[in-house]
């Protein structure tokens, strides 16, 4: 999918490729399900037994939560499991954002989260080459 692909004719992004597989990480799903759902990340970690720090560490791509945790969150949130992992199932449609911004906010916004996705996509690739090095590495010794 190209970014041509998740734009309208004004350069916003479309509502239904929002929370797509190609342009939002778990954080942003959850985020997005949990502002949908009008809690904040402390009402979210009390409801679930977790710090906020927590949340905001799922929230920001920093950890992910057990799989107990992610059958909560689902319940909570009102929102499938498959669509928290993967864009995919029941979820939300995203916002309307050419009702609530600029055209040219909303394409900075659309780059930023390309950008951002594609950001990840080269971080697990170095991870996976680091790991296949380190196995080299270590065949040789």
Do not use: H, Y
């Amino acid at each position: 999918m190209t970014d041509q692909d998740t734009m309208d004719m004004s350069g916003a992004e479309k509502p239904e490729e929002w929370f797509s597989s190609e342009t939002s990480t778990f954080g942003d799903r959850l985020a997005g399900a949990r502002e949908a759902a009008g809690m904040s990340r402390g009402q979210l970690a009390r409801r679930l037994g977790v710090k906020e720090t927590t949340v905001a560490k799922w929230e920001d791509d920093f950890s992910e939560p057990r799989a107990n945790k992610l059958q909560m969150l689902s319940g909570i949130l009102g929102v499938s499991l498959t669509w928290l992992l993967t864009a995919e199932g029941e979820g939300l449609d995203g916002p309307a954002v050419e009702d609530t911004i600029s055209d040219d906010l909303a394409a900075i916004l659309t780059e930023m989260r390309v950008l951002k996705s594609e950001m990840q996509r080269s971080a697990d690739r170095v991870g996976l080459l680091e790991k296949r090095l380190r196995q080299v590495l270590k065949e040789d010794k």
